[in-house]
């Protein structure tokens, strides 16, 4: 028989919550689901109201409390080779196939069955839910839930779990990154006479040649202690797409692309900033030097901070008590703990899952790893009720 946990991942896969679409179907559906439970909940839309975050508080007004933490969106399943309908759970050798079953909709399940746990049981201390909206183009629905959060004098919580896909392992430290959407405005001429044109391609090259410079650069430093965790051990810079250009034979007009970054935790991440955009500068006062209208606009998209490590941290503290894991864990992607511990939260990352799945046609997350999220959630709500 179906668990509660698993009829309700059923449910949240079958919204195609794509970061490009709406998300608020879903959030309907979980909005409806914890007013039947009698427990109120808080709607934060996005700026023209197509996307909503949305969190909730279980349990008694006192601080010291639990935040589950996840988000709502998925990447897109286009040009992707499915066997199955990725938006209908399908289990089959032991595995629940599915857009979002690893990434994370398996965990705002786990979260969402905590509630009439939590409930039924009497916390004593709170329980509540966060989840969020584009999580996956650059963890931008999170903080203003979070600052809503705090806003509304909802009691602070002791421990932010996030629950992306850690094979149930605790993770206490993540990168940074800052992500630019570059646009290079050159000078149309015949190619012929390049020297009198400016090429935006050409001259978004240069940028591109500096972060293979500076990924050379950090790459051959020794790293400290905490980059030395990480793989790669170094803040890394990364082009991931380029379009630009009319004909072989005109000078580009435009040339636009991402310029992202992913920063150690503990590096100063304006510091970052401010190196990128006097690159930017320079290369662009080269430009205008042969044509005055030649400009690059370069417009931050987003923001993530890093999650550090904390010493003797509350929300570590629980997780590993909870499940009796004891590694050292750090990874190279970012997540939402970093945005909750830069509000003061003691975070830490913790789910059920494979992270190497996650974005992977035929994505899954194996029925062992789903009910080890269950016994957690479990132990998590009877640690509530002492």
Same mark, same amino acid.
């Given at each position: ?18 970061? #490009? ?5 879903? +959030? ?6 914890? /007013? ?15 996307? &909503? ?24 399943? *286009? ?12 289990? #089959? *050798? ?13 965990? %705002? &399940? ?18 509540? +839910?966060?989840? /969020? ?8 629905? &999170?903080?203003?839930? +979070? ?10 919580? *002791? ?94 007009? %435009? ?12 590096? %100063? ?20 030097? +042969? ?29 590993? *008590? ?23 939260? /003691? ?40």
């Amino acid at each position: 028989m179906a668990t509660h946990a698993r009829e309700l991942m059923d449910k949240l896969i079958s919204f195609p919550t794509v970061s #490009r679409d709406s998300n608020l179907e879903l +959030i309907d559906f979980v909005e409806n689901y914890l /007013s039947d439970l009698g427990v109120p909940s808080t709607r934060v839309p996005n700026e023209d109201g197509t996307k &909503a975050a949305l969190y909730a508080h279980v349990g008694p007004q006192v601080d010291g409390g639990v935040v589950l933490s996840g988000h709502t969106d998925v990447v897109p399943v *286009d040009g992707q080779a499915w066997d199955t309908d990725p938006f209908t759970v399908t289990e #089959r *050798d032991g595995k629940l196939y599915g857009r979002g079953t690893c990434d994370m909709k398996g965990f %705002d &399940a786990l979260a969402l069955s905590a509630v009439p746990l939590a409930l039924e049981r009497g916390i004593k201390r709170p329980l509540q +839910i966060a989840l /969020s909206y584009d999580e996956e183009v650059g963890c931008v629905g &999170a903080p203003p839930m +979070i600052d809503h959060m705090v806003a509304m004098g909802m009691p602070r919580a *002791d421990t932010v779990l996030v629950g992306e896909p850690s094979m149930m392992k605790v993770v206490t430290g993540h990168k940074g990154g800052i992500g630019y959407k570059m646009h290079f405005h050159g000078f149309e001429v015949h190619s012929s006479l390049a020297h009198t044109g400016v090429s935006a391609i050409m001259e978004a090259a240069k940028l591109i040649n500096w972060a293979n410079e500076v990924n050379a650069e950090n790459a051959a430093q020794t790293p400290g202690p905490l980059a030395a965790e990480f793989v790669p051990p170094y803040t890394t810079l990364h082009v991931g797409t380029i379009t630009g250009g009319t004909a072989h034979n005109i000078t580009a007009k %435009d040339c636009t692309f991402g310029f992202g970054f992913r920063i150690v935790p503990g590096e %100063d991440i304006s510091a970052w900033q401010d190196r990128f955009l006097a690159k930017v500068a320079e290369i662009e006062a080269e430009m205008k030097a +042969i044509r005055p209208e030649a400009r690059i606009s370069a417009e931050q998209y987003f923001y993530v901070p890093g999650l550090k490590p904390e010493d003797d941290g509350a929300a570590e503290r629980l997780v590993r *008590d909870l499940t009796g894991e004891n590694g050292s864990n750090v990874v190279s992607y970012g997540t939402e703990a970093g945005q909750f511990q830069e509000r003061g939260y /003691s975070a830490v990352v913790c789910g059920p899952g494979d992270i190497a799945q996650a974005h992977q046609p035929n994505e899954f997350i194996s029925v062992d790893q789903f009910q080890q999220g269950e016994a957690f959630i479990e132990k998590l709500v009877n640690a509530l009720v002492q």
